[in-house]
């Protein structure tokens, strides 16, 4: 485990971290442990994913109260496919009781086997009933895709939609994650050229295991660079070798983002404090 940040030196840009509901009680117990590790960085928020279809519900409201329970904030995801407005409204009573004044807001995809979208086709149409709803207080976070939505044909499509969704009264926005800064930046003079003016926060996923990432990259159309591929795969089953790399490449990633002054930084985790951990303390000036 990485030791924590050094006294007398901070981030020079808020950062925050997601988690997604582990599925067990141990899972729970082990991820208070890694909230814990993760708060001497000081981050804006925690947030919680939400599964297919609400498939997670439970397990994301029980986290999302053992983050505010410790004392931070959470921000739980709330997506809108398969969901009607009466059981949207009823989630959102709940995180009001409780005090979560930051969510979230995603489309979301139909879990295996289901044949019904909902009553919201869109991460903007979810939007609108939260803000009607919730008023305008509440931190409205949208996803944003740097190389586009896998299942989007056409980008500029892509920024329309995503122009609607800061219409409808997004407050940020997250990037899915990436390995290209020139992505990043081309989206977000894109975006500035459509008026929106909102912060777009990268998002940041360190390597926790080069072969699972690079799934998740194929499979949500992301671009690893090849000479990071093939670095990879040439070190096999040399761990160490792996996490050097991976760390240098991410944290070199980040350092590029902060001198184009991005507002924030949004860790993806997997669950893990360690390597983000580390890439926070290697910015810290």
């Known amino acids: 485990m990485s030791s924590p940040p050094s006294e007398g030196r ?3 840009l808020p950062v925050s971290f997601e988690f997604f509901p582990p ?36 397990r994301t409201l029980s986290t999302v109260a053992d983050i505010a329970a410790l004392g931070y904030e959470a921000a739980p995801h709330l997506s809108c496919i398969g969901s009607t407005r009466e059981n949207i409204a009823e989630i959102l009573a709940t995180y009001r009781k409780q005090g979560i004044r930051r969510i979230v807001a995603l489309r ?36 944003a895709y740097p190389e586009y939505h896998p299942q989007q044909r056409y980008a500029r499509r892509d ?3 995503f122009a609607q969704k800061v219409k409808a009264g997004a407050t940020a926005a997250i990037t899915q994650f990436f390995y290209n800064a020139d992505a990043y930046f081309h989206f977000v003079e894109e975006a500035r050229a459509r008026g929106v003016d909102v912060p777009i926060v990268p998002g940041i996923m360190p390597f926790h295991n080069y ?26 089953d040399d761990v160490a070798s792996i996490r050097s790399f991976g760390l240098e490449v991410v944290t070199r990633l980040c350092e590029r983002l ?27 000036r």
């Open 159 to 161: 920024i329309d939609y």
């Open 23 to 58: 599925n067990t009680e141990a899972g729970a117990e082990k991820l208070k442990t890694v909230v814990r590790e993760l708060a001497p960085v000081s981050p804006e928020f925690f947030s919680v994913t939400y599964g297919a279809g609400g498939s997670t519900r439970e």
């Open 10 to 12: 901070s981030l020079p």
């Open 258 to 284: 902060l001198s184009h002054g991005v507002p924030a930084l949004h860790f993806y985790t997997l669950n893990q404090s360690a390597l983000s951990l580390e890439i926070c303390k290697r910015l810290m």
């Open 211 to 236: 072969a699972r990432i690079a799934q998740f990259a194929q499979r949500d159309g992301i671009e690893i660079p090849r000479w990071v591929q093939l670095k990879m795969e040439g070190y096999m």
């Open 108 to 143: 979301g995809d139909l879990p295996s086997g289901t044949g019904t979208a909902g009553e919201f086709r869109y991460a903007s149409e979810l939007i609108e009933f939260i803000r009607e709803s919730e008023g305008p207080e509440l931190k409205i976070e949208v996803a």
